[in-house]
């Protein structure tokens, strides 16, 4: 059961085609993990833009809101003395 060169090479041409098509079928899936990755994150940053945006005109309304009512009552407090 000797084998040839010949065979021995065969076969490790035959190995290294099976790893080179299943590194083939990995890179594959890593590339569309990536592009689903970066349209996430995009899509994170723009949820988190427009949370920021809605905040700030949450806060700019009660900052109104309480100068206003605590303006007209230091106004109250100031005129009735």
């Known amino acids: 059961m000797a084998t040839t060169v010949e065979e021995r090479l ?16 990995i890179e594959s899936r890593l590339s569309g993990l990536e592009q689903r990755l970066t349209a996430e994150v995009g899509q994170l940053r723009s949820e988190m833009g427009q949370l920021r945006r809605e905040m700030r005109g949450q806060l700019y309304f009660l900052l109104t809101f309480m100068t206003a009512s ?12």
């Open 10 to 25: 065969a076969s490790l041409e035959a190995s290294y085609a099976a790893i080179s098509d299943r590194l083939g079928a």
């Open 70 to 81: 605590f303006g007209g009552l230091l106004i109250a407090i100031l005129t009735t003395r």
